[in-house]
């Protein structure tokens, strides 16, 4: 069974401050990464990593894929208050299991003014 | 906005009881994905189809079934339902690109938050 642990649980910092969070993964046919936001509701979108594709950059996110280590970060420079949300760290499944999504348990952050 | 469409947005119902959740994919998006978050399970894929016909399954349970129709929405029928079903229920479309074989990216709905007493 795919499984995805993301550290820390949860964390506070303050306006300005650069931020590291942690995604682990064990899958039996990695494919791809997934990181999303999730504020209110749905999740959104942030990034998709793969084996052609293992750094991602835009604005003050940036999340690089570490295979051998089987892990993944996503940094947020010079954080805001509109940065406080959860972020989910998801692997794809195997070919044969569709396109399904195993999340983690997220990382949920605060931004403080 | 994703461009993912959920009806309802709030369902309050009791023990036992049967209800229905609709979801409308992006527009050409062939694949739909449902997933159940809870506090204590977090996101947990349920279901996919693909073009009308299921492409993959989840932990879902008996009690749980979805399909989806030639317009390509999709329902979510949950039935006898407990207390413990009570969470958001998410509804994800993708492109579905190789039969929705390939790794795509999913974008997400706001949800329908079920409330069972």
């Known amino acids: 069974e795919d499984k995805v642990v993301q550290s820390p649980l949860s964390l506070v910092v303050h306006e300005g401050d650069t931020v590291t969070l942690n995604c682990s993964y064990e899958?039996?046919?990695?494919?791809?990464l997934l990181w999303y936001k999730q504020e209110k509701k749905a999740p959104t979108f942030l990034f998709m990593l793969?084996?052609?594709?293992i750094e991602k950059k835009s604005g003050r996110l940036s999340s690089i894929l570490d295979k051998k280590e089987l892990s993944s970060i996503l940094n947020i420079t010079a954080t805001q208050t509109g940065d406080s949300a959860i972020y989910l760290c998801?692997?794809?499944?195997?070919?044969?299991?569709?396109?399904?999504?195993?999340f983690g348990g997220g990382t949920r952050l605060m931004v403080k003014p | 906005d994703s461009g993912v469409t959920q009806t309802p947005k709030h369902l309050i119902t009791a023990t036992g009881q049967r209800v229905t959740l609709r979801c409308s994919p992006r527009?050409?998006?062939?694949?739909v994905y449902w997933y159940q978050q809870s506090l204590d399970q977090g996101l947990q894929f349920l279901i996919q189809?693909?073009?009308?016909?299921?492409?993959a399954k989840g932990n879902i349970l008996e009690r749980f079934s979805a399909q989806q129709f030639p317009d390509l929405h999709s329902e979510l029928n949950l039935s006898s339902l407990e207390l413990g079903d009570s969470a958001l229920y998410f509804c994800?479309?993708?492109?579905?690109?190789?039969?929705?074989?390939?790794?795509?990216?999913?974008?997400f709905g706001p949800g329908t938050r079920l409330l069972v007493l």
């Open positions: 994800a479309s993708s492109v579905g690109g190789l039969a929705g074989r390939v790794q795509e990216t999913q974008y």
């Open positions: 899958v039996t046919n990695f494919r791809s």
């Open positions: 793969t084996s052609s594709g």
């Open positions: 998801a692997v794809g499944g195997p070919k044969d299991a569709g396109n399904m999504l195993t």
């Open positions: 527009s050409g998006d062939l694949s």
């Open positions: 189809y693909y073009n009308g016909e299921e492409r």
